[in-house]
C-alpha cells in the first residue's frame, strides 16, 4: 500500500510503508498515475494531511476487498459537484448516505483509494490538467457502468477529524461535467431548473460548456482487471426461494420443474398463493401429489397483492440466503450454484440477475452496480432481511422494487447486476380470477400524476433537487400525450395533478 499526501492541491509526501517516495510532480493527479507506473500491484491511497492522524488503516484491507473498487470519503457536507446534479440525474447514487458505506459515483479528494492497476487502464483517456476532485468524479461517473464499483466510505477516516474547506458552488465545473458525461439536452434542462427553482442564471458556465465533448470509455476496458474478494459472504450455502403467486399454476409447475433440477438445489420453496374469491381453495394440487427434492411451504391467502405475498414468504425464510423469484420465469439448472459463485466472488450480499423477455437483447455484459432492484430475479443474504421489506404503501402500484432496493442500500450494502446466468422472464398473462385493484384516487375529478407511489418513492429517496428535475421533465413529457394544448391551462391543470399526488403519496406513507 503507498500513501500519498496532499495539501491545498499540492504533494506533501508519499509513503511506501516507512519508506518515502520521491516524486517529481506536485499535480496530484499526475502523481497518482507516475507512482502507479512504479507500483502496479499497489493499493494506492490519497489523503489530505490534516487528516493523517484519522486514516484507518485497520480498515483498507476490507474495504479494498478486490481490485475493482474505487472509494472515497467527504468530509464536507456538500459535494464537488453541489447537490444541482440532482436536476440532471434521478438515480439512487446522488442521494448520498453519509454514515454508511453508499454506492456512489461522487468521489472526494479528501481521502480515498484505487488499486494502481486498475486505475492505469484509464491513463490513455484522461487529461491531467483536469482538478484531482474533477478527476475522480469523471473517472467514477464513466467507469461504473463499466463494472468499476464505486463508494462513499466513512470508514476510511476514524476519531474526530478537523473541519475542512468547505466546497463553493462552481457552476463551470458543473455545467462542463454535466456536457461531458451526459446528453447535451441536460445542459439546457439545467439551465433551466436553476432559474425555475433557485431563481440563477447561469448563462456563462452554460455557454462555455458547449466547447467541451463527451468523454467514452470502451465497454470492455476493465475486462484483464482479475476479481476475487477476499470477503466472507457465503458459509453453509442454504438458500430458500420465495415465489408469489396468483392464477398461474402451469407456470408455476415449470418453475419449481426447474428448480428441482438446480445443480445447488434449495432447501425450501415457499409458495404464497392468493386468491380474492372467499370460498375459493387452493388449485395448487401437483404440490402434495407428487415428490419434489426440497421442502414446500404453502401459504393460501384470500388478501391479494405482491407486496403482501412477499413479506409473508420472507418471515418464512431460514437458510443463509433467499432467491426472490416469480411465477413465470424459466432459467437453467446453473442458476442458483453460479449466481452465489459471483456473489462470493465479488464479495456482494445482493444481486440481481439479467432478466430478459422472450426476444429481448441483453446489452448488458458487465457486472456494475445496478440502479434497479428486481424482486423476481434477485439473491440476498438473509441477514438483511430483519433490514428490510415491502413497503405496503406501494401495494398495487409501481416501486416497490425500487424501494425494496433503496432500502438494501440505505443499510449499507449494494446491489450488483450480474449479466450471467440469465433469468428468462415469460411476463405470462395474468390467471383468470385476478381482479383490478380499485385505487383510493380512482374516482377523483383531478388524476395525480405522477402515480401517488411514485410520488412516495420520490418522497422518501430522492433530494428536494432531484424531485424538482424530475418535475420539469414530467411536465414537457406529459405535454405531448394529454388533450390540453393551451400552455397555460395546462400548466395550471399540471400544478393541480402534482399537488394531488403530494397529497395521496402522504397518506401512502401511513402504511409503510
Known sequence: MIVIYHQNNKIVNVEHGAESLNFSQKDITKTLFEVAVSFPDELLIW???????????????????????????????????????????????????????????QMSGSVGGIYASTLLTFKKLYKTADSFEYFLNSLAKLAMPNGLLCYSEPRLLIGTC????????????????????????????????????????????????????KRKFENNLLANIKVQSTK?????????????????KQYLY??????????????????????????????????????????IKHTFTHQAGACNARNVALSQVKSEWVFLNDDDNRFEPQLISETLKNCVQFGSKVASNSYLKKNEKKIDNNVYQAVFFGSGNSFIASSLLKKVSFGMGFEFGYGEDSDFGMQLRNSGEDVLFFPNPEILHLSAPIGGFRTKPVLAW???????????????????????????????????????????????????????????????????????
Not at 428441482?260 to 401437483?286: A, C, G, R
Not at 375529478?445 to 410520488?455: D, F, G, V
Open 442 to 512: 380512482q374516482n377523483e375529478i383531478i388524476q395525480p400524476k405522477p402515480s401517488p407511489t411514485i410520488m412516495l418513492f420520490n418522497q422518501l429517496h430522492l433530494t428536494k433537487k432531484q424531485i424538482n428535475g424530475y418535475k420539469t421533465i414530467l411536465f414537457f413529457k406529459f405535454y405531448r400525450v394529454q388533450t390540453i394544448k393551451n400552455p397555460i391551462k395546462y400548466l395550471k391543470n399540471f400544478k393541480k395533478q402534482w399537488k394531488q399526488s403530494l397529497h395521496w403519496a402522504n397518506e401512502l406513507k401511513n402504511k409503510r
Open 254 to 295: 415449470d418453475v419449481l420443474k426447474d428448480l428441482s433440477v438446480q445443480t445447488h438445489l434449495p432447501k425450501n420453496v415457499i409458495i404464497v398463493e392468493q386468491n380474492t374469491n372467499l370460498e375459493s381453495v387452493s388449485e395448487l394440487d401437483y404440490l402434495t401429489n407428487q415428490s419434489w427434492p426440497f421442502s
Open 47 to 105: 489523503c489530505q494531511f490534516d487528516l493523517k492522524s484519522n486514516l484507518n488503516f485497520s480498515a483498507i484491507s476490507e474495504i479494498f476487498h478486490h481490485h475493482k473498487i474505487l472509494a472515497s470519503f467527504n468530509l464536507s457536507e456538500k459535494t464537488f459537484l453541489s447537490d444541482a446534479i440532482g436536476y440532471v440525474e434521478v438515480s439512487p447514487f446522488i442521494n448520498i448516505k453519509k454514515e454508511i458505506n453508499y454506492p456512489t459515483w
Open 232 to 248: 466472507k459472504v457465503l458459509e453453509t450455502g442454504t438458500i430458500d426461494v420465495i415465489i408469489p403467486t396468483i392464477g398461474r
Open 162 to 213: 478537523n473541519k475542512i474547506k468547505e466546497h463553493k458552488s462552481n457552476f463551470f465545473y458543473l455545467f462542463r461535467f454535466v456536457k461531458q458525461h451526459y446528453k447535451t439536452r441536460w445542459i439546457f434542462l439545467l439551465l433551466l431548473n436553476l432559474f425555475l427553482y433557485e431563481r440563477k442564471v447561469a448563462f456563462f458556465p452554460f455557454l462555455l460548456s458547449l466547447f467541451y465533448s
